[in-house]
């Protein structure tokens, strides 16, 4: 059986995209909002919101339980000292929690991810079979001659 492991993450976050796009619903406000604090405009994907909620889908997957705050590290980045008129040294900031909350809470709604009191978040049983059978689909259409042996 094919897991999330077993595949590139670029093209499973592809397909789990391409899947949550009718099942999730856009925020009318994240066409105003930035990601992270070191962000200077807001995200110029079209299907940003999606993309996002894969990519929190396959982490929480990986590493749950897992709460927001150590989420909105890993999708944070540098502020200061990245252009040469800088003075002060770089900073690491996060992501925003805003945006990774109410992702997860539309994921929660979805009956993909739980929330586990005081640990964080996991994927349900059903998450867990959706991402088996997302990472089938993206196994079966992967053309790498190093993969064969595992089918």
């Known amino acids: 059986m094919v897991t999330l492991y077993d595949v590139p993450a670029e093209e499973l976050i592809e397909e789990l995209t391409a899947r949550l796009a009718d099942?999730?619903?856009t925020p009318e406000w994240i066409e105003f909002t930035k990601t992270s604090h070191d962000r200077e405009l807001p995200p110029q994907q079209d299907d940003f919101?999606?993309?996002r909620a894969a990519s929190l889908l396959r982490k929480v997957a990986i590493n749950g339980p897992i709460g927001v705050e150590r989420l909105s590290t890993q999708y944070g980045g540098t502020k200061g000292g990245t252009n040469r008129?800088?003075?002060a040294?770089?900073?690491q900031v996060d992501g925003s929690?805003?945006?990774i909350r109410e992702a997860l809470t539309q994921l929660e709604d979805e009956?993909?991810?739980q929330t586990a009191q005081g640990e964080g978040r996991r994927t349900t049983a059903d998450g867990d079979a959706?991402?088996?059978e997302v990472a089938q689909a993206v196994f079966e259409d992967l053309d790498r001659?190093?993969?064969e042996r595992y089918a």
């Open 89 to 91: 040294p770089p900073q």
């Open 85 to 87: 008129y800088a003075v």
């Open 145 to 147: 001659p190093e993969l």
């Open 97 to 99: 929690r805003k945006i």
């Open 111 to 113: 009956g993909l991810v």
């Open 130 to 132: 959706f991402l088996d």
């Open 49 to 51: 919101w999606e993309r």
């Open 23 to 25: 099942r999730l619903e």
